[in-house]
């Protein structure tokens, strides 16, 4: 491995952004150069920065549910829930509103800032969405961030949301351009651009990120970094997920089960996500239930401002809520 000194690039954010507020162009090299640094320099350019842009004792909370589980239609070689692999996920009918708005309310009881609803879909139709505008006016209604990720949106889908109370659409690259057609078969990179710029056409905050951890190289992380870090403006939150293997996905196989990724490797991709795009919540997600403390702790000190909170993510679990409480009183963290 080569280490740059930290010397080696003159400002973490080049002079433009700061004086006009659009995002810094990043290439490839340089985001590489970010990820190359010894991991105490680049730990420390990502936590200055961090503290230039957020309060590093404050991590905003998010609860997930699955309100549409499993059957999908699409083929993402890392999700449990397409129909054509064998992970033990049932194809499960929408879930009530009245359901959907009971557990809104408990993460809210819990802490939680922000709901947001999953859908097992290649995208909503228009039955499909109707219920789901229902519970994001219901969800809001509660005092709660509205948060949606059903998949790709068609023309006016994103404004039906938006008028429903929609704050966030989730809806990640996943991965580098250059390996994104090894894992995923059923869509286009340019059509998850397409969605992403109507979700920012109807005037919602972009949530998008991607996962590490599915057998890629730096490069292939410093790709995706990039292709997130010169979306103009940047996404609002930028989850990173550390790719949980279930068994049963093309994944899971071509892995056997054995970490992809190592912790510091993880942590690097966090405080270069939080060096690209300063302003933006950089979400800590998937991932975190095979994570130790040390592990959790350095991603919040390398810029991770979030996370995902409850028992379960979509279908796979997360820690509870009790064990986070713990590690945040241990860190003197308090929820945004
Ligand atoms: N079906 C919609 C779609 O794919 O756009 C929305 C839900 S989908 C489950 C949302 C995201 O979850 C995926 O884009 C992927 O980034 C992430 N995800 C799915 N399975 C995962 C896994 N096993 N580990 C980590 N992240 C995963
Ligand atoms: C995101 O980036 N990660 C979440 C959310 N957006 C929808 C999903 C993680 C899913 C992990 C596997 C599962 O629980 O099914
Ligand atoms: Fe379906 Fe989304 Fe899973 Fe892909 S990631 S299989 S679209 S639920």
Same mark, same amino acid.
């Given at each position: 491995?080569?280490?740059?000194?930290?010397?080696?690039?003159?400002?973490? *954010?080049?002079?433009?952004?700061?004086?006009?507020?659009?995002?810094?162009?990043?290439?490839?090299?340089?985001?590489?150069?970010?990820? !190359? $640094?010894?991991?105490?320099? $680049?730990? &420390?350019?990502?936590?200055?920065?961090?503290?230039?842009?957020?309060?590093?004792?404050?991590?905003?909370?998010?609860?997930?549910?699955?309100?549409?589980?499993?059957?999908?239609?699409?083929?993402?070689?890392?999700?449990?829930?397409?129909?054509?692999?064998?992970?033990?996920?049932?194809?499960?009918?929408?879930?009530?509103?009245?359901?959907?708005?009971?557990?809104?309310?408990?993460?809210?009881?819990?802490?939680?800032?922000?709901?947001?609803?999953?859908?097992?879909?290649?995208?909503?139709?228009?039955?499909?969405?109707?219920?789901?505008?229902?519970?994001?006016?219901?969800?809001?209604?509660?005092? $709660?961030?509205?948060?949606?990720?059903?998949?790709?949106?068609?023309?006016?889908?994103?404004?039906?949301?938006?008028?429903?109370?929609?704050?966030?659409?989730?809806?990640?690259?996943?991965?580098?351009?250059?390996?994104?057609? !090894?894992? *995923?078969?059923?869509?286009?990179?340019?059509? /998850?651009?397409?969605?992403?710029?109507?979700?920012?056409?109807?005037?919602?905050?972009?949530?998008?990120?991607?996962? *590490?951890?599915?057998?890629?190289?730096?490069?292939?992380?410093?790709?995706?970094?990039?292709?997130?870090?010169?979306?103009?403006?940047?996404?609002?939150?930028?989850?990173?997920?550390?790719?949980?293997?279930?068994?049963?996905?093309?994944?899971?196989?071509?892995?056997?089960? +054995?970490?992809?990724? !190592?912790?510091?490797?993880?942590?690097?991709?966090?405080?270069?996500?939080?060096?690209?795009?300063?302003?933006?919540?950089?979400?800590?997600?998937?991932?975190?239930?095979?994570?130790?403390?040390?592990?959790?702790?350095?991603? &919040?000190?390398?810029?991770?401002?979030?996370? &995902?909170?409850?028992?379960?993510?979509?279908?796979?679990?997360?820690?509870?809520?009790? /064990? !986070?409480?713990?590690?945040? +009183?241990?860190?003197?963290?308090?929820?945004?």
């Amino acid at each position: 491995m080569t280490v740059t000194s930290a010397q080696s690039i003159p400002v973490a *954010v080049p002079a433009s952004w700061l004086k006009t507020g659009k995002p810094a162009a990043w290439s490839l090299d340089e985001i590489e150069t970010l990820f !190359d $640094l010894s991991f105490s320099d $680049l730990i &420390f350019r990502a936590q200055m920065l961090h503290r230039e842009y957020h309060d590093p004792n404050r991590v905003q909370l998010s609860t997930l549910l699955s309100i549409k589980t499993g059957g999908c239609s699409e083929d993402c070689g890392y999700c449990p829930q397409a129909a054509r692999y064998h992970t033990g996920v049932d194809n499960e009918p929408m879930m009530e509103i009245a359901a959907v708005v009971s557990a809104a309310k408990l993460a809210k009881e819990n802490g939680a800032s922000r709901f947001c609803m999953g859908a097992a879909w290649r995208g909503p139709k228009q039955r499909d969405l109707d219920p789901v505008l229902e519970m994001v006016r219901e969800v809001k209604a509660l005092g $709660l961030e509205t948060c949606c990720t059903l998949g790709m949106l068609k023309e006016g889908q994103a404004e039906q949301l938006k008028s429903a109370g929609l704050d966030y659409y989730n809806h990640n690259l996943d991965t580098a351009p250059e390996v994104y057609g !090894d894992i *995923v078969t059923t869509r286009e990179y340019q059509d /998850r651009l397409d969605t992403l710029e109507r979700v920012r056409g109807a005037g919602m905050n972009v949530c998008c990120g991607g996962i *590490v951890g599915m057998g890629e190289s730096r490069r292939e992380r410093a790709g995706l970094i990039a292709q997130l870090a010169n979306l103009d403006p940047h996404p609002e939150s930028v989850p990173i997920n550390y790719l949980v293997q279930v068994e049963g996905t093309p994944l899971h196989e071509k892995l056997h089960g +054995e970490k992809a990724l !190592d912790w510091t490797e993880f942590v690097r991709t966090i405080a270069v996500a939080r060096i690209t795009m300063p302003a933006s919540f950089v979400r800590l997600s998937a991932g975190r239930q095979e994570m130790n403390e040390a592990t959790q702790a350095m991603c &919040f000190l390398a810029g991770a401002n979030s996370i &995902f909170y409850g028992e379960k993510l979509l279908t796979t679990g997360n820690p509870d809520v009790a /064990r !986070d409480r713990a590690l945040f +009183e241990k860190l003197g963290i308090a929820p945004l």
